[in-house]
């Protein structure tokens, strides 16, 4: 295992089409990592086959998303968990998955992808620039939420995993539209793998020799990462001061992305 590993998780099992095959010292299959990036991702990437066969194009889709689990709603990342994808229920991705293609009884199949990008990093030659980087790639097979309970619990689990108490600081619960009009996909994750990169740039031994080449061009990294600005009240807000659960939410989320950031600079992946 590697630095970024957690030695008391459980893994996804290696197979040819999750295994990292380049750079394998920078791949992990453990579920704290895995789970852990795709519910810090602001967004993830979903992609599955479209049913239209004259169209040989996958589908990919920027949706809202949490890892978590149900019939289990205290484990931990280390636990199996599903994701869970909050949508629209006329959007085509949902109308597959309320009803999966011939073959398929298992569910929709997904491929889901979530990555941060924690700095630019910047080397001698163009050839071995890199970021430095945190990413998640996820299989499975989607199915509708159809519980009641469940759907009302992986909403208000998507919601307060963009920002934390946001759900109970809004107008709850949703009305029978919203209920109707939503929709939620539960995706029972088959394999995953993480790979990340972290440190210095890497240099050819030849440059280093190089003495002109060194003192003429910076070396090293730009740290990077999301940050969240003052927020503005819109024309219709009504509440005089910032509630405190969205300014601590802003203030600890600047706080962790610069930290992660910079302490990827020290690390070696």
């Known amino acids: 295992m590697g630095d970024f590993d957690s030695p008391d998780s459980l893994e996804y099992p290696k197979l040819p ?16 990592t895995i789970h852990s990036i795709i519910n810090t991702a602001p967004v993830i990437h979903v992609s599955f086959k479209t049913p239209d066969e004259e169209d040989p194009f996958p589908a990919v889709l920027p949706m809202l998303g949490f890892m978590g689990s149900f019939s289990n709603q205290d484990a931990p990342a280390s636990e199996p968990l599903d994701l869970y994808i909050h ?3 006329s959007s085509r991705l949902f109308r597959l998955g309320k009803t999966p293609p011939p073959g398929e009884e298992e569910g929709l199949p997904l491929t889901v992808a979530a990555t941060h990008m924690d700095g630019l990093v910047l080397s001698l030659t163009p050839n071995h620039n890199s970021y430095n980087y945190r990413s998640a790639i996820l299989h499975g097979y989607a199915t509708v939420v159809e519980e009641p309970e469940e759907k009302m619990w992986a ?7 963009v920002i934390g108490e946001r759900w109970e600081n809004s107008r709850v619960p949703p009305t029978k539209t919203e209920m109707t009009s939503t929709q939620i996909l539960k995706v029972r994750v088959v394999d995953a793998s993480a790979k990340i990169r972290a440190g210095e740039p890497g240099e ?5 020799k190089n003495e002109e080449i060194r003192k003429t061009t910076w070396v090293g990294v730009i740290p990077t990462y999301l940050t969240y ?3 503005i009240p819109s024309g219709e807000n009504r509440v005089a001061k910032v509630p405190s659960y969205i ?8 706080e962790v ?3 992660l950031a910079i302490d990827a600079v020290a690390s070696k992946k």
């Not at 089409?17 to 704290?32: E, F, L």
């Not at 909403?155 to 995993?161: F, G, H, L, R, W």
């Open 204 to 208: 050819d031994r030849v440059d280093l």
């Open 87 to 89: 949508g629209y229920i």
């Open 257 to 259: 992305g610069k930290k």
């Open 229 to 231: 600005g003052e927020p």
């Open 17 to 32: 089409r999750n295994s990292v095959k380049r750079y394998k010292d920078r791949g992990t299959y453990d579920y704290v």
């Open 155 to 161: 909403m208000v689990k998507i919601t307060n995993n």
């Open 247 to 254: 300014s601590s939410f802003v203030k600890q989320e600047n």
